[in-house]
């Protein structure tokens, strides 16, 4: 079935252009017209369209321990990514397949409220809190297909394949049971994923699979499929590597694996210059997490200093926000430099307007999807007030306001007035969900 909408300003792949309109069939954009009259039956939107972006990396159990982990241990006197870690093992075992789902729908829900139009979750929860697999191996990942159909964001799904503890075949721990599997439970795991929605390779980390493992996944990847593992998040993984191997962790998978186009590094963020200038060359890419990696106290990738592509993933969902996103990613670069308007470039010097259009490229490429306000892209569409397109861009992001009103997903909208129609009802269930779990644990 065919619509249009028509906007005054559009954010189009080759920057703003006014008076266009956009033909929608089927959730595919079929035509873009510009500086012309509306089409037939369009139907005219105020303010500015823009592309959705795509959230590359999602952990959306872990939206139920945002505020629960800031604060100091008073025992240990230690608060590190480690100690987190051991807080959010310890939701991860407690939380049930309707838990997850809960969780999940809410995250899903506030990804397209901030703008976010399609999601890829990073999905390791596999098994039952014994450890023990559910009846249906793909038990939790078909709650998390469930909780994006409801919600209506566009979902790709990284079954994470997890075997041991840490390198050297450190035997895993009890409390990462919920995870693990061996190569034979992971195929029967992504045939059983197929068809619950796109789908990428996802082994979780070199800590957590041996070389030999590692070889067997990038088997199994299709031409053109992404494969994304974690990487270099931490000074103390890169350290463990280096007493394992000899070599820094990118500098490992470098050497070891085939980095091409289709490899999405997520953090990355303690490498060499060598290192990120490799990943560039290799085509891969490389998703930064700006607030969680801030939350966690993770590090700084120096994003001025690298020339590959990059996209921005919400992973731990300590908040869940686009624009706060895309902000602390600018402004941790001009504390790191201690310049201004880092992400601008030559060509679009409005530095909100270059990081969106970098964003929006990145996450496409990470999920293997089209993009961008273009004809055969999915019609995934956001839309600010305002008439002022660069200004406007610049005040959601930097200024903070909520200038969001809608939002389409294959040309359905799912936002409208800044608010998804599910959004109390989801809130109300995860609050009921987070009580029960703070009980539990
Ligand atoms: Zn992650």
């Known amino acids: 079935m065919g619509s249009s909408l028509f906007f005054r300003h559009a954010l189009l792949p080759t920057g703003w ?3 266009v309109g956009i033909s929608i069939i089927d959730g595919l954009i079929s035509a873009v017209t510009t500086s012309a009259p509306p089409p037939p039956n369009a139907v005219t939107q105020p303010g500015i369209a823009l592309p959705g972006i795509a959230n590359l990396h999602s952990h959306s159990f872990q939206r139920a321990i945002s505020g629960l982990t800031e604060y100091r241990d008073a025992a240990t006197n230690t608060a590190n990514f480690w100690t987190w870690r051991d807080m959010m093992y310890r939701f991860a075992l407690a939380m049930d397949p309707d838990d997850v789902e809960a969780v999940a729908t809410l995250a899903f829900i506030e990804m397209l409220e901030s703008g976010f139009t399609s999601v890829l979750e990073f999905h390791y929860l596999h098994h039952a809190p014994d450890g023990g697999h559910y009846t249906n191996i793909a038990e939790l990942s078909s709650r998390i297909a469930a909780a994006a159909a409801g919600a209506g964001i566009d979902l790709t799904i990284a079954p994470v394949f997890y075997a041991q503890g840490d390198f050297a075949a450190a035997p895993p721990s009890p409390s990462q049971r919920r995870f693990i599997s061996d190569l034979d439970d992971y195929e029967t795991l992504l045939r059983a994923c197929e068809p619950l929605a796109r789908m990428v390779i996802a082994p979780h980390s070199l800590r957590a699979v041996t070389p030999e493992q590692l070889s067997a996944l990038t088997g199994l990847v299709r031409p053109g499929q992404p494969i994304h593992i974690h990487i270099a ?4 993984e890169v350290e463990a590597c280096l007493a394992w191997s000899g070599q820094r962790p990118v500098e490992w ?15 990355a963020t303690h490498t060499t210059d060598d290192e990120r200038a490799g990943i560039a060359r290799s085509g891969a890419m490389v998703g930064l997490c700006p607030l969680t990696e801030a939350d966690l106290g993770d590090g ?3 994003l001025r200093d690298y020339a590959g592509a990059w996209g921005l993933g919400s992973d731990s969902n300590i908040q869940i926000s686009l624009a706060a996103e895309l902000r602390m990613l600018e402004y941790v670069q001009r504390l790191h430099y201690r310049q201004r308007n880092i992400l601008a470039t030559t060509a679009l010097p409005a530095t909100a307007t270059a990081a969106y259009q970098a964003a929006c490229a990145g996450g496409a490429q990470a999920l293997a999807i089209n993009h961008g306000i273009t004809p055969g892209a999915p019609a995934n569409i956001i839309a600010l007030a305002g008439d002022a397109p660069d200004i406007a861009l610049a005040q959601f992001v930097f200024g903070g306001r909520q200038l969001l009103t809608d939002v389409w997903v294959h040309g359905t909208k799912r936002v409208a007035a800044g608010r998804h129609n599910l959004a109390a009802q989801a809130e109300a269930r995860f609050n009921r969900v987070l009580h ?3 009980e539990r644990t």
């Open 436 to 438: 029960k779990i703070l």
């Open 300 to 302: 700084i990738f120096p």
């Open 233 to 236: 998040e931490q000074t103390a």
């Open 17 to 19: 252009a006014e008076d």
């Open 253 to 267: 998978l470098r050497a070891h694996a085939d980095v091409n186009p289709q490899w999405c590094l997520i953090h």
